[in-house]
Every structure is written in structure tokens, then in C-alpha cells.
């Protein structure tokens, strides 16, 4: 199973950004998709999340600004960043719950993270 992200960038404050995450190999069932920042000298943190039939959570900072998405029958998650801040930058991770065709259980993926620069 491998997660990739795309669609990092520098950007001006205020743009906006579309990050795209697309998980391929052996997948049994997808169930959450999220996505995950981590700014320099930072711990990694909370962006927002999806779940299978669409449910979104999101961090307090990305309210109203960001919108979490998928695709089911593409296996492929979405976060459309709008107003973006400085202090939006960071490495934005893409985190897949799921269980391989090989497995039973339910397993965490990462993907490599795609950097998002934001200027003031």
C-alpha cells in the first residue's frame, strides 16, 4: 500500500491550494482518510479527517478555510485550502486508515508529505 500527496506549493498569503493524496496497491477497505501538518520544529498535527460515508472533523485553525474530500472508487483524498496564513506552513501529510486484502485487522499509512509554503 503506498499514500501519495501532491500538489504542495509556495504560495501568497491568501491563496489557496488543493492537496491531493492517492493511495494505491493492495487495499481491502479504506476507511478514514486525513491529512496532517507538521511546521519546522513542531509536532505533527491534526488538519482534518474523513470517514468512509463523509464524515469530517476538522482542527480549529482549518475551519471555515479548508475542505477535506474523497473519492471512493478512486481511493484518492482532496483538501482545498482557501485563505491561506504563514502559518499554514508545513510539510502536509496525507494518513490512510485501512485494511490490506492480506490482513483483517485495520492499519495506519502515511504518505511522504508535500511541503506548502505560505508568504506574507
Known amino acids: 500500500v503506498q499514500l501519495v500527496e501532491s500538489g504542495g506549493a509556495l504560495v501568497q498569503s491568501g491563496g489557496s491550494l488543493r492537496l491531493t493524496c492517492a493511495a494505491s496497491?493492495?487495499?481491502?477497505?479504506?476507511?478514514?482518510m486525513g491529512w496532517y501538518r507538521q511546521a519546522p520544529g513542531k509536532e505533527r498535527e491534526l488538519v482534518a479527517t474523513?470517514?468512509?460515508?463523509?464524515?469530517?472533523n476538522y482542527a480549529e485553525s482549518a475551519k471555515g478555510r479548508f475542505t477535506i474530500s474523497r473519492d471512493n472508487t478512486k481511493n484518492t483524498g482532496h483538501l482545498q485550502m482557501n485563505s491561506l496564513k504563514p502559518e499554514d506552513t508545513g510539510v502536509y501529510y496525507c494518513?490512510?486508515?485501512?485494511?490490506?486484502?492480506?490482513?483483517?485487522?485495520?492499519?495506519?499509512?502515511w504518505g511522504q508529505g508535500t511541503q506548502v509554503t505560505v508568504s506574507s
Open positions: 494518513n490512510a486508515r485501512l485494511t490490506p486484502i492480506w490482513a483483517t485487522g485495520i492499519y495506519s499509512y
Open positions: 496497491g493492495s487495499i481491502g477497505s479504506l476507511y478514514s
Open positions: 474523513i470517514t468512509k460515508d463523509g464524515t469530517t
